[in-house]
T-cell receptor, first 112, second 114 residues
Framework: DQQVKQNSPSLSVQEGRISILNCDYT??????FLWYKKYPAEGPTFLIS?????DKNEDGRFTVFLNKSAKHLSLHIVPSQPGDSAVYFC???????????FGQGTRLTINP | NAGVTQTPKFRVLKTGQSMTLLCAQD?????MYWYRQDPGMGLRLIHY???????AKGEVPDGYNVSRLKKQNFLLGLESAAPSQTSVYFC?????????????FGPGTRLLVL
């Protein structure tokens, strides 16, 4: 049973436009959500996170939105740059679990 | 400060052979994790450890064993490799704190089982 789902395996966006990556979850106990970015032949790196007590967190060009009622979060990248081309994973944790549950990943390609 | 390192980077095994993947971290983290990444499956947790001398099963533990004899090291063992264990393996470490469950990943080990 996939508790964290990224339903879009891939996304293609033009340079300078907005990229929106989506993630859905089923476990209402999740209280912390993260986005990781992964380049080929490298390990994932932490990008941005959000606590369930917030509905938005911003860090430069990256903003994560959380809609608890819909059990949905999204990552917005504005403006998109060629270096943003990577696989993006969303992840979630519940209190005391000491581990993360990851989605399947979305491959983002930024076209010049 | 090397962060999280993994050894080896790449390995080819024959079915039935055994091997150990080594993960080391120099950030004094309590928690360590082993994941596998397969196309379309994302990152799936194999085993994890919340402290020296402790281990716990993750989502896909069958066919793997782990040990955490030292805080900085987390070993993943395959006793009898199978083609289904062909994958990219990532180790990660982390601590509860300002970023709660933020994990820091190693560069990965690519394993091919023939």
């Amino acid at each position: 049973d996939q508790q964290v789902k990224q339903n879009s395996p891939s996304l293609s966006v033009q340079e300078g436009r907005i990229s929106i990556l989506n993630c859905d979850y089923t476990n209402s106990m999740f209280d912390y959500f993260l986005w990781y970015k992964k380049y080929p032949a490298e390990g994932p790196t932490f990008l941005i996170s959000i606590s369930s007590i917030k509905d938005k967190n911003e860090d430069g060009r990256f903003t994560v939105f959380l809609n608890k009622s819909a059990k949905h979060l999204s990552l917005h990248i504005v403006p998109s740059q060629p270096g943003d081309s990577a696989v993006y994973f969303c992840a979630a944790s519940d209190p005391g679990a000491q581990k993360l549950v990851f989605g399947q990943g979305t491959r983002l390609t930024i076209n010049p | 400060n090397a962060g999280v390192t993994q050894t080896p980077k790449f390995r080819v095994l024959k079915t039935g052979q055994s091997m150990t993947l080594l993960c080391a971290q120099d950030m004094n983290h309590e928690y360590m994790y082993w994941y596998r990444q397969d196309p379309g499956m994302g990152l799936r947790l194999i085993h994890y450890s919340v402290g020296e001398g402790t281990t716990a099963k993750g989502e896909v533990p069958d066919g793997y064993n782990v040990s955490r004899l030292k805080k900085q090291n987390f070993l993943l063992g395959l006793e009898s490799a199978a083609p289904s264990q062909t994958s990219v393996y990532f180790c990660a470490s982390g601590d509860r704190g300002e970023h709660q469950e933020t994990q820091y990943f190693g560069p990965g080990t690519r394993l091919l089982v023939l």
